[in-house]
C-alpha cells in the first residue's frame, strides 16, 4: 500500500482514542460470543470462530493497563498473517485516510508509534503486530 492510500481505523477504549493501520485489521465486528481458553491471563476472555478459525479474544483496555467503566462493543480482528488474534474495544469511531489526518512520528506508549491528529481530536496509533507478539508471550509464560 502506498503511503497516499495509507488508512487508518481509529476506536475508543477507556474513554480514549486510539488507531491501527487498516492494513492490519481484517474485520470488525459485534461482540462475539467467545468460549473460555483455560488458564489464560485475565485480559482473555476467550476465543471465537472467526470464518473458521479459532482466534484468540484480547481485553485491549487490560492488556494495556487502561481503566475505565466502558464496556466493550465491538472486536477489532487483526490481519490473519500477523496473528488469530482479535481486541475488544468499546467503539469504533470510523476510518480515516493519510490526507486527512495529521501524522506526527513518536511514542506514547510501548506499542504506540505516531499520533494521528483529525480536526475533532487525536489519537495514538498502535502496533498491532508488536501487540500480538508481546500477547504471545503473555498467553506462553
Given at each position: 500500500?502506498?503511503?497516499?492510500?495509507?488508512?487508518?481505523?481509529?476506536?475508543?477504549?477507556?474513554?480514549?482514542?486510539?488507531?491501527?493501520d487498516?492494513?492490519?485489521?481484517?474485520?470488525?465486528?459485534?461482540?462475539p460470543v467467545?468460549?473460555?481458553?483455560?488458564?489464560?491471563p485475565?485480559?482473555?476472555?476467550?476465543?471465537?470462530?472467526?470464518?473458521?478459525?479459532?482466534?484468540?479474544?484480547?481485553?485491549?483496555?487490560?492488556?494495556?493497563?487502561?481503566?475505565?467503566s466502558?464496556?466493550?462493543?465491538?472486536?477489532?480482528?487483526?490481519?490473519?498473517?500477523?496473528a488469530?488474534?482479535?481486541?475488544?474495544?468499546?467503539?469504533v469511531?470510523?476510518?480515516v485516510?493519510?490526507?486527512?489526518?495529521?501524522?506526527q512520528?513518536?511514542?506514547?506508549?510501548p506499542?504506540?508509534?505516531?499520533?494521528?491528529?483529525?480536526?475533532?481530536g487525536g489519537?495514538?496509533?498502535?502496533?498491532?503486530?508488536?501487540?500480538?507478539?508481546?500477547?504471545?508471550?503473555?498467553?506462553?509464560?
Amino acid at each position: 500500500m502506498t503511503e497516499a492510500c495509507r488508512k487508518y481505523l481509529v476506536f475508543t477504549l477507556a474513554g480514549r482514542r486510539f488507531a491501527f493501520d487498516l492494513a492490519q485489521v481484517a474485520e470488525v465486528e459485534e461482540q462475539p460470543v467467545t468460549w473460555p481458553i483455560p488458564m489464560a491471563p485475565r485480559c482473555y476472555p476467550g476465543a471465537m470462530n472467526f470464518h473458521g478459525t479459532i482466534v484468540a479474544v484480547m481485553d485491549l483496555a487490560l492488556f494495556l493497563g487502561l481503566s475505565g467503566s466502558q464496556v466493550p462493543e465491538k472486536v477489532i480482528v487483526i490481519d490473519t498473517c500477523i496473528a488469530s488474534l482479535a481486541f475488544l474495544v468499546e467503539q469504533v469511531i470510523r476510518i480515516v485516510s493519510v490526507n486527512q489526518a495529521d501524522i506526527q512520528e513518536g511514542t506514547d506508549g510501548p506499542f504506540a508509534t505516531a499520533q494521528v491528529y483529525l480536526p475533532d481530536g487525536g489519537a495514538t496509533l498502535l502496533d498491532a503486530a508488536a501487540i500480538a507478539e508481546r500477547a504471545g508471550e503473555t498467553i506462553n509464560a
